[in-house]
T-cell receptor, first 114, second 115 residues
Framework: NAGVTQTPKFQVLKTGQSMTLQCAQD?????MSWYRQDPGMGLRLIHY???????DQGEVPNGYNVSRSTTEDFPLRLLSAAPSQTSVYFC?????????????FGEGSWLTVV | AQKVTQAQTEISVVEKEDVTLDCVYE???????LFWYKQPPSGELVFLIR??????QNEISGRYSWNFQKSTSSFNFTITASQVVDSAVYFC????????????FGTGTRLKVLA
């Protein structure tokens, strides 16, 4: 029972490089989202998707891009990495209102931009 | 606007002590969900409990209990007879009923249980 799987777990990037954080879920959840966690700030929503082909911006979308071509996958792209994007990233998924909005998180991806 | 406040940044207790983690929320919605998540030192986020706004019954699960009071907009979490394994960061979160993608998280409370 894999749940929500994120890769890579750790990554170091140079400023200006681009990369994609992968996220996959095997629970047939419609809702998927990306959060970033920074010290003293809790988790903040970057982008979210309510189904294949539908995405929207969250609280802190600048510098990130997403797409949802399948129900299972929701990759997060960093277009041109900046030191301010050093953070821990969590992918999450949910059935939605039928499950009382409970979301389940992946194990996190630690990203350092130097 | 929605907001979740966890005023306790860090709490240290000695093993077997009881400890309460506070959570105060703000929302204009009449229907919403409240959550607690645990983040142990390994870093993953573990779902602990969900409570909807129409259910004010307190809940107990083993050594964990939750006190939901709409009158004070609080959803506090108590650990009875704390153990070292309870050491973690605990997050309280709020979600509007229709917007499952929009969780508002508190800044978290770091709990240290000392042996």
């Amino acid at each position: 029972n894999a749940g929500v799987t994120q890769t890579p777990k750790f990554q170091v990037l140079k400023t200006g490089q681009s990369m994609t954080l992968q996220c996959a879920q095997d629970m047939n959840h419609e809702y998927m989202s990306w959060y970033r966690q920074d010290p003293g700030m809790g988790l903040r929503l970057i982008h979210y998707s309510v189904g294949a082909g539908i995405t929207d911006q969250g609280e802190v979308p600048n510098g990130y891009n997403v797409s949802r071509s399948t129900t299972e996958d929701f990759p997060l792209r960093l277009l041109s990495a900046a030191p301010s994007q050093t953070s821990v990233y969590f992918c999450a998924s949910s059935y939605g209102p039928s499950s009382g909005n409970t979301i389940y998180f992946g194990e996190g991806s630690w990203l350092t931009v130097v | 606007a929605q907001k979740v406040t966890q005023a306790q940044t860090e709490i240290s207790v000695v093993e077997k002590e009881d400890v309460t983690l506070d959570c105060v929320y703000e929302t204009r919605d009449t229907t919403y969900y409240l959550f607690w998540y645990k983040q142990p030192p390994s870093g993953e986020l573990v779902f602990l409990i969900r409570r909807n706004s129409f259910d004010e019954q307190n809940e107990i699960s083993g050594r964990y209990s939750w006190n939901f009071q709409k009158s004070t907009s609080s959803f506090n979490f108590t650990i009875t007879a704390s153990q070292v394994v309870d050491s973690a960061v605990y997050f309280c979160a709020l979600s509007e009923a229709g917007g499952t993608y929009k969780y508002i998280f508190g800044t978290g409370t770091r709990l240290k249980v000392l042996a």
